[in-house]
C-alpha cells in the first residue's frame, strides 16, 4: 500500500499549482523579481520537489541568480527523527554578484526593509496606550532542524564597480 501511495501521489498532487502564490509572496518581500519555472513532486525515500528553472532579477532588472535545474529535498528519515532538514540543491547555478561605487553589493539590496513590508503598526493614536508585545516562541522541531545549500558546477562573477575589477 505504501509503495503504491509513492508512486500515485506525485501524479495527483500537483505541487505547480502553488508556484504562482510562491513567487508572489517571495515578491512582496525583496527589491527584485522571482521568476520559478515548473513544479514536480517524487516521493521516492524523501520528499524532493524538482524545479525547472529559477530566476533572481535585482530591481533594475538585472540578474542574480540563474539556475536551470534546482530541487528542494526533504529526507522522510529526518521528519521521522523530529530533526528535519531542508536542502536546496541548484545544479549549474550562474551567481552575478555587483558591488556599486556606494560599497553597497546588489545580493545585500534584495531584502526590502523589515519596516516597509509591515503596513500601518501605529494605531494607538489617541488612547496613548503602550503597544503589546507579543513573544513568539520556537517550535522544539525547528530548534532540531537543518538548513542546507548544495550547489554544484556553480559559476560566480563578481564586478567592483568602483575599481574596475571583475572575477
Do not use: C
Not at 508556484?19 to 515578491?27: D, E, F, L, T
Not at 527523527?81 to 556606494?102: D, H, M, R, T, Y
Amino acid at each position: 500500500l505504501l509503495v503504491v501511495a509513492i508512486v500515485v501521489l506525485p501524479f495527483v498532487i500537483n505541487v505547480d499549482k502553488y508556484r504562482p502564490m510562491i513567487v508572489s509572496k517571495a515578491n512582496e518581500f525583496i527589491n527584485g523579481k522571482l521568476e520559478i519555472g515548473k513544479m514536480d513532486l517524487s516521493l521516492w525515500g524523501k520528499i524532493k520537489v524538482k524545479i525547472d528553472g529559477v530566476s533572481l532579477k535585482d530591481s533594475a532588472g538585472k540578474s542574480v541568480l540563474e539556475v536551470k535545474d534546482a530541487s528542494v529535498v526533504i529526507p522522510v528519515s529526518g521528519i521521522l527523527s523530529g530533526s528535519p532538514e531542508l536542502a536546496l540543491e541548484l545544479s549549474s547555478p550562474q551567481l552575478n554578484i555587483v558591488k556599486f561605487k556606494n560599497g553597497k553589493m546588489n545580493v545585500m539590496s534584495l531584502m526590502k526593509d523589515s519596516g516597509s513590508t509591515a503596513g500601518g503598526a501605529e494605531s494607538n493614536g489617541a488612547s496613548g496606550a503602550a503597544p503589546s508585545k507579543t513573544e513568539a516562541g520556537v517550535p522544539a522541531i525547528a530548534l532540531k532542524s537543518r538548513l542546507t545549500f548544495l550547489l554544484e558546477h556553480a559559476k560566480l562573477a563578481y564586478k567592483d564597480e568602483l575599481s574596475g575589477d571583475a572575477y
